[in-house]
């Protein structure tokens, strides 16, 4: 008897399964990040250094948009994986149906915000008076919000698709995004020399063609479950599940922005007198982008191996296979850790490198201030993937207040005002220093947490020995 692609979430080997799912969202995760790091690097070797401090001040707004399609996206996948473990396919189907108009008409409202009032979200956005970066900004930003629309829907929906059991759908979406980003950075960049509009331009499209695919399978035969516009009846009862399932993810991706805005105004209190360069702020503001793409380009494969674990966490608690449960989230704890470790490393070995190659002719300055930087933040960073993995836990167990709390932790309630403090203190290096503190904090508060929460899972398994799922 055959299975069915979300069948097999119950029933295939939970490590197999992990490996099958995992490995195609972190390439997907890759490739997406590379819609933001490649922008970087073009636009450092193509353009200069403060234009790097630009696209650092548009940092907050992308990731606002990323946190609207985590909300419905993930929320959605969620209530997917969950409904089809219980054998409640119509359910699924409807959360799917509503995660696309939600998607759809958050980033129209998005974009007409944007548009109408670039100017006085500029002026919050954390550059000081006189920024060279500023004007980049302003560039960059208007060009992009016109793909709003192709962002959320093409990553927010690929999660869906993911969900009932097609992790390669979603990867080729994002590898065909990411290339094609590739390419047109250089066509835009370097041949046409259109600056930081071409990479903006190069993102919009890359986002345009990666929603098409997805959206292409959700209309087609292979799906599981399939979109239906015109049988679609709103349900506020169905929109507030898919955003108590979304919510931890929503708060951690906007919590982030407003951390990302607390950076970019700090490098400008504190940057021109820790560096001593009159265009300190700038400089700060460029070495924080290159350093937020780094730790891009490490922590997306653990937000990869997060979504593939989240089917099989899903479905298999939804169909009460607690022993599964437990294992896949043990194994994703452990490869989320070697990523971490392996990333720690090259940070701490080859810091001068990792700036060089987004910004070859970096001022001395920079060259100052971000592999300094890069080690400091980064000194705990082995622990991020059991953070990251056992906040998803939560989500799949039903308890979006600790997720919310969790997702809060780090990014908020530590981390914030110890940027605040750190800084007033110790200036830049504060600023700076506020990272590993937090890192550390949230980890013990997390593991602590997620004992008892363990403690539980264990009680509900028939046998102890889970070494043959």
């Not at 119509?90 to 959360?95: F, K, L, S, T």
């Not at 149906?97 to 915000?113: A, E």
């Not at 080690?375 to 997720?403: C, D, E, H, W």
């Amino acid at each position: 008897m055959s299975l069915d692609a979300a069948g097999r979430l119950g029933t295939e080997p939970v490590g197999k399964l992990l490996l099958r799912f995992s490995i195609p969202a972190i390439t997907g995760m890759m490739v997406n990040a590379l819609y933001n790091v490649v922008d970087r690097i073009f636009v450092g070797h193509g353009v200069n250094e403060t234009a790097l401090g630009g696209i650092s001040l548009a940092l907050p707004l992308m990731t606002i948009a990323l946190a609207f399609a985590m909300l419905f996206g993930i929320g959605a996948a969620n209530m997917i994986s969950m409904r089809l473990g219980q054998g409640r396919k119509q359910e699924a189907e409807n959360a799917l149906d509503h995660c696309f108009f939600l998607l759809v008409g958050t980033g129209i409202v998005m974009m007409v915000i944007g548009l109408v009032f670039l100017e006085p979200i500029l002026s919050l956005l954390g550059a000081q008076d006189g920024s060279e970066a500023l004007d980049y900004a302003r560039s960059y930003i208007r060009i992009t919000l016109y793909g709003t629309v192709f962002s959320l829907v093409g990553f927010g929906f690929s999660h869906c698709t993911r969900a009932q059991g097609f992790p390669i759908v979603t990867m080729i979406a994002m590898v065909m995004g990411g290339v094609l980003n590739i390419i047109l950075d250089a066509l835009f960049i370097l041949v046409f020399h259109w600056g930081v509009e071409g990479a903006a331009w190069a993102t919009v499209i890359s986002q345009a063609v990666s929603m098409t695919w997805v959206l292409s399978f959700s209309l087609g035969k292979k799906a599981v479950i399939k979109l239906r516009l015109r049988s679609f009846k709103p349900s506020f009862a169905i929109v507030l599940q898919i955003m108590a399932f979304g919510s931890a993810q929503f708060l951690f991706q906007f919590v982030m922005s407003g951390v990302q805005l607390l950076y970019n105004v700090s490098m400008g209190w504190y940057g021109a007198s820790a560096l001593g360069v009159a265009n300190g702020g700038d400089i700060g503001l460029s070495g924080m982008n290159i350093i937020i793409a780094i730790s891009m380009l490490i922590l997306m494969p653990i937000f990869g191996i997060n979504q593939g674990a989240q089917p099989i966490l899903g479905y298999n608690y939804g169909a009460k296979q607690f022993d599964r449960v437990l294992r896949a989230y043990l194994d994703a704890i452990i490869a989320a850790t070697i990523i971490c470790t392996a990333g720690f490393a090259v940070i701490m070995l080859f810091p001068v490198q990792l700036v060089k190659a987004f910004a070859p002719n970096g001022s001395d300055a920079l060259m100052y201030f971000a592999p300094r930087s890069m080690r400091i933040m980064y000194l705990f960073l082995p622990l991020a993937g059991f953070q990251i993995v056992s906040t998803n836990l939560f989500v799949v167990t039903g308890r979006p207040k600790i997720t919310i709390f969790l997702s809060m932790l780090r990014q908020c309630i530590i981390l914030i005002p110890c940027i605040l403090i750190f800084g007033k203190v110790w200036g830049l290096w504060g600023v700076i220093a506020a990272a590993p503190v937090s890192d550390a904090v949230a980890f013990f508060i997390t593991g602590a947490m997620i004992l008892f929460e363990l403690k539980k899972l264990r009680s509900n398994l028939p046998h102890r020995n889970i070494s043959h799922c």
